[in-house]
């Protein structure tokens, strides 16, 4: 059987800058959308050329390759006209052998409308990853968020009218102002809306966004000051697990729970180490031998590809010691824990004593040849990663 692959498409534009945002995201003006989706287009198109002349080795079976998967990630993909989203996917179908069975938008619901709906069906889309991110107005503005609670019961609806059958919700823990109170009613409205699929992110305190800056200065300009603490964040990630476990909601990744079939087979490829390419500024791309990425910048993106330069800034390859980190980190993001036998015999090494203390302090289950990470314990993740690589 031909190798699966995905294909992700970078949409690095907004309509404004969220102030817990750490991606390299622009606000510019639309007239740059076409030039953009233009360049996007030339790199799937000529993109075994561009891959060759940048030193990316892809392996002999990319030959017979097959494309189940697209998804447009960003930034905000919908704010583009669904004219230049169906350029894309038919520049992919030419290029790509393939059934495209599971094509994902992320959407932000202010820029969900009648026609645009209908149009992203026409074009192939089928499932749509809402930023929805909180139902309080109040926590919405101090995100710095364009849409308010209205909007996403009236995108909702829109989508649904549509005909789109798989919809994911996105909600972050730990925006400013997020109380128990606000974030449980958060939960309770979605699960009204009963998306197929809900994703929960833990607020990200960085340096890359201009909340996180503050957080880390102790400023006041963002409402850092109402940014709920760890302790509160992880409570209410456990309340998230509780009420989306009673609503029957499968929780197959750390951050991600599923109505039954509903599992997102785009994003199960990056977890599961399987191959994917992305296109556009900023997108990663992963062959099983080599990573990369291209340039951040739109304008050099763009730039660089109508010179037939592929941007890739980040090419290495995958060492065996980097895979197998990758099995462990990767693995024990998935619920389903990882086959410790397998690894151990597919890398020739043996994993009993990295797991031991993390088993002995209750961070880990084994179960024969797999470990999971042990319940209640998935918002200590990052610990347990910590202690594994070390
Ligand atoms: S919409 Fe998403 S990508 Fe754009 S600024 Fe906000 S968080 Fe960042």
């Known amino acids: 059987m031909s190798a699966l692959l995905g294909i992700y498409v970078q949409v690095p534009f907004c309509q404004t800058k969220c102030t817990y945002c750490n991606f390299h995201t622009g606000v510019v003006s639309s007239g740059r959308f076409a030039p953009y989706v233009e360049a996007v287009c030339r790199e799937i198109r000529g993109y075994r050329e561009l891959y060759r002349a940048a030193g990316v080795e892809l392996p002999e079976r990319f030959e017979t390759a097959w494309v189940d998967t697209v998804y447009f990630g960003g930034g905000t993909p919908s704010l583009l006209e669904p004219e230049l989203l169906g350029r894309m996917i038919g520049a992919i179908r030419e290029t790509f052998a393939g059934e495209l069975s599971e094509v994902t938008l992320e959407a932000d619901p202010e820029t969900v409308e009648v026609g645009k709906a209908a149009a992203w069906i026409r074009a192939g889309i089928n499932r749509v990853s809402f930023g929805v991110q909180s139902f ?52 309770e409205e979605l699960g009204k809306l009963a998306p197929e699929h809900v994703s929960v992110y833990l607020l990200e305190v960085d340096e890359g966004s201009r909340l996180g800056l503050e957080i880390l200065q102790s400023g006041t300009r963002y409402s850092a000051g109402a940014v709920p603490s760890d302790n509160a964040m992880a409570e209410f990630y456990e309340g998230a697990c509780a009420f989306l476990g009673e609503l029957g909601y499968h929780h197959y990744e750390i951050s991600n729970w599923a109505r039954p079939g509903f599992e997102s087979t785009h994003n199960l490829k990056y ?15 992963f062959s099983g031998k080599q990573r990369w990425a291209n340039a951040h910048d739109a304008a050099a993106y763009v730039g660089a590809i109508e010179a037939r330069r592929l941007p890739a800034e980040q090419l290495e390859a995958v060492t065996r010691q980097s895979a197998l980190e990758e099995e462990l980190f990767l693995g024990l993001r998935q619920l389903d824990g990882i086959d410790v036998g397998r690894i151990e015999r597919e890398y020739g090494v043996a994993l009993g004593a990295r797991f031991e203390p993390l088993q002995s302090a209750g961070l880990v289950e084994r179960a024969g040849d797999v470990v999971r990470l042990a319940e209640g314990k998935l918002s200590v993740s990052n610990e347990v990663f910590v202690e594994l690589m070390r």
Do not use: C
């Open 136 to 187: 309080s107005d109040r926590e919405l503005v101090a995100a710095g968020r364009m849409h308010r609670r209205a909007d996403i019961y009236r995108a909702a609806a829109i989508l649904r009218e549509a005909g789109i059958r798989n919809i994911s919700f996105d909600l972050i823990a730990g925006l400013p102002f997020q109380t128990g109170e606000s974030w449980k009613e958060s939960l």
């Open 271 to 285: 977890w599961r180490r399987e191959a994917y390419l992305g296109f556009g500024a900023g997108a990663h791309s």
